[in-house]
């Protein structure tokens, strides 16, 4: 007996329909790569145009700069929530099984771009013998470690992102429903406005590398196409 036609027209359809899905599952788990470089160094004559692509790697990943130092040659971005299964539009996470948490808990990324002298090593804690707390703005231990904008040498470029997660203080969880579960008040002397919000903590719990590692491809590139006529305006140091 021949396989009907129609049989064999059905079950390609559904080995075509069950790839595409198959794609699209792959293609919702994110983009985040190891590809990209783990350091790039480049000459201080270009350390300008370095800050500004870092600036852009981070606002074009939705976190823009929160506090930019060109002196010290870091700068911090604001924090972005990370892609859930529920967001489908999103393709930031890294991996499934990150995608997985960020639908189980409330996370989020941070990027902070240290630009180094090449080879510079900070002090060693245990060959100072006092600590007494950080040094003074301005002051001559402060402005020791280095100064990037008159720094003349090799550069080194790392970018640093940190997931922090969501966290309730207080939350006594019920193992039989959730809507027996409750939360503890602490007394706070001063507050009288009789709130009873919930409050939240962000708390780090680890590094992406694979979006760090991304987002340093972007930088590559950015600093790999050649200079433009249009001057690029500068963000103050803060």
């Not at 990027?111 to 007494?132: G, L």
């Amino acid at each position: 007996m021949h396989p009907s036609p129609t049989r064999g027209i059905i079950g390609g359809c559904g080995a075509l329909a069950c790839g595409a899905l198959a794609c699209g599952a792959i293609m919702l788990t994110g983009c985040n790569t190891m590809n990209g470089p783990a350091v790039i160094e480049i000459d201080s004559a270009n350390y300008s145009k370095a800050f500004e692509a870092c600036i852009e790697a981070g606002r074009s990943a939705g976190m823009p700069p929160q506090a930019a130092d060109r002196t010290t040659g870091i700068i911090e971005t604001e924090p972005r929530t990370i892609g859930s299964w529920v967001e489908p539009w999103r393709f930031d996470s890294t991996g499934a099984l990150q995608k997985a948490e960020n639908t189980t808990q409330f996370q989020r990324r941070r990027v902070r771009f240290v630009f180094t002298p090449k080879d510079w090593q900070p002090e060693s804690i245990e060959s100072i013998a006092t600590m007494n707390g950080p040094a003074a703005p301005g002051s001559k231990d402060d402005l020791k470690r280095f100064d990037l904008e008159t720094y003349k040498g090799p550069i080194e470029i790392r970018a640093r992102v940190f997931v922090e997660r969501n966290f309730t203080d207080g939350m006594r969880i019920n193992t039989w429903s959730s809507t027996l579960t409750s939360q503890t008040q602490t007394p706070t002397p001063g507050v009288t406005d009789g709130t009873t919000r919930a409050q939240i903590t962000w708390t780090p719990v680890g590094r992406d590398e694979a979006s760090e590692r991304t987002i340093m491809a972007e930088i590559q590139t950015m600093m790999d196409e050649p200079p433009t006529s249009s001057p690029t305006a500068d963000v103050p140091s803060s």
